[in-house]
């Protein structure tokens, strides 16, 4: 799988966010300027992101001098998967497809198999993962497990 700049700076903007709201500024909404700033996004990028999270109704805008982005639900019940599919469509795809919808002949009808098995497998780690969790670095066990293992910090 290939994480896109567009989820990782979400998720980024989104553990900020989450941050902010476990503060003493609870009460106030982050500028997109702010949070580009905090995260190192480039602002015109963070803008169309932070619109596209607005539609799934991740967060919420805010208008006037205290203006700004919060989350619009709590942070523990946003999960990386709810973002990731907010910002690039479904996790797995084949050629723009889900992968029950793509169609092989008989002898790689096979693969059909391998790319649910992988969906199957991201679903059970970014489901699992809150941006709660995130923004205070208590990870989950499905994610620790996973992590322990020398061999996952490899590259292969």
């Not at 902010?20 to 996004?41: F, H, K, P, T």
């Not at 973002?83 to 690039?88: E, G, H, L, P």
């Not at 790689?108 to 679903?123: E, F, G, M, P, T």
């Amino acid at each position: 799988m290939r994480v896109s700049a567009k989820s990782d700076y979400a998720l980024r903007a989104l553990i900020e966010m989450a941050a902010r709201a476990e503060s003493a500024e609870n009460s106030r909404a982050v500028s997109a300027e702010e949070l580009g700033r905090q995260q190192d996004i480039p602002h015109g990028f963070l803008q169309a992101i932070l619109a596209d999270l607005r539609k799934t109704g991740i967060v919420i805008s805010q208008r006037g001098q205290s203006g700004g982005w919060r989350l619009a639900k709590p942070a523990d019940k946003v999960s990386v998967a709810d973002v990731i599919r907010a910002v690039d469509g479904p996790l797995v795809s084949v050629y723009g497809l889900r992968p029950e919808a793509v169609t092989y002949n008989d002898r790689a009808d096979v693969l059909q198999h391998v790319w649910i098995a992988a969906r199957d497998s991201l679903r059970e780690v970014f489901e699992q993962v809150s941006i709660a969790q995130l923004a205070s670095g208590q990870l989950p066990t499905v994610v620790t497990e996973r992590t322990a293992h020398e061999d996952a910090w490899q590259p292969h």
